[in-house]
């Protein structure tokens, strides 16, 4: 696979994604993502994604309890900060679903922004 000409997204390089649909298909099935959510692979040369339709999950977040539709406390502290999905980081998604863990491990109900 060729390498981008020039930078993209400020870095030099990006690693060319490696998974495959037999792959995708198996973390739909794996994670019970409901057929009505539109899953496909990046292409090499794509930006992450299209801001109007798209957002981009980085797998690893299901590993940690995405869930897709979401938890009624996911959608809740989205709607409190105010931020569309793609604009977070797969570190912050770790983190949310953590805090969100805790907090059912412990009985306080759902986590709030506030």
């Known amino acids: 696979m060729a390498r981008p000409k ?3 997204f400020n870095v030099d390089f990006l690693e060319p994604n490696t998974l495959t649909e037999a ?3 198996k973390i ?3 994670y019970h993502i409901p057929d ?3 899953m496909r692979l990046q292409g090499p040369l794509e930006s992450l994604s299209d801001p109007e339709e798209e957002v981009v999950f980085s797998t690893n977040v299901f590993k940690h ?3 897709l539709p979401w938890r009624h406390s996911v959608q809740m502290i989205l709607a409190q900060i105010g931020y569309a999905p793609r604009q977070f980081s797969p ?3 770790i983190t949310l ?3 969100i863990t ?3 491990i412990t009985g306080e109900g759902e986590p709030s922004y506030e």
């Open 6 to 8: 020039g930078p993209v």
């Open 23 to 25: 792959e995708l298909a």
């Open 28 to 30: 739909r099935v794996e």
């Open 36 to 38: 009505l959510v539109v």
């Open 65 to 67: 309890g995405l869930q």
């Open 91 to 93: 570190n912050f998604w």
């Open 97 to 99: 679903l953590g805090t």
């Open 102 to 104: 805790e907090f059912d």
